[in-house]
């Protein structure tokens, strides 16, 4: 079946079965590997992308499922006003530690401060409790979001 889907802007006609999560389509047809793919079952938050701004896990959606929904991944949050602070404040503070959960914390980050830019501390964790480190950089992670919301 065939899709047209729009990632990071672009239009991109894809030819896979409906129930393809969007994490697979992302990674081996559309070559965008800085979406990461952790468990597989939506509980670990590496596969975050945003959806019309909204994070959203992909390996838990299926394409057939996206219809017009615009979607953003890491390799162009940065272009949008709360990506670019949280990337730099993430730069800044030297968060990540292995590296391989921090697209999707950053993608979750910025979805946060896009609809919130003052969260309070109890507001970046409820956003980002989806979002697990195995190597526990948390503390940096609600450090740089805090320096981002500035
Ligand atoms: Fe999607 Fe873990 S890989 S939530």
Request: aromatic share 4%.
């Amino acid at each position: 079946m065939a899709y047209d889907i729009t990632v990071n802007g672009t239009t991109h006609h894809v030819d896979v079965d409906g129930d393809t999560p969007l994490l697979w389509v992302l990674r081996d047809v559309l070559a965008m590997t800085g979406t990461k793919f952790g468990c597989g079952a939506g509980l670990c938050g590496a596969c975050t992308v945003q959806l019309d701004g909204v994070a959203t896990r992909s390996c838990i959606t299926r394409v057939d499922s996206l219809g017009d929904a615009a979607v953003t991944t890491i390799e162009a949050v940065g272009a949008t006003a709360a990506g670019a602070s949280v990337q730099k404040a993430w730069l800044e503070g030297q968060v990540p530690q292995c590296g391989y959960c921090q697209s999707g914390q950053i993608m979750s980050a910025s979805a946060l401060l896009a609809r919130n830019p003052d969260p309070t501390d109890a507001e970046i964790d409820v956003a980002m409790a989806g979002n697990i480190c195995r190597c526990g950089t948390y503390p940096r992670i609600r450090a740089a979001i805090r320096a981002a919301a500035r």
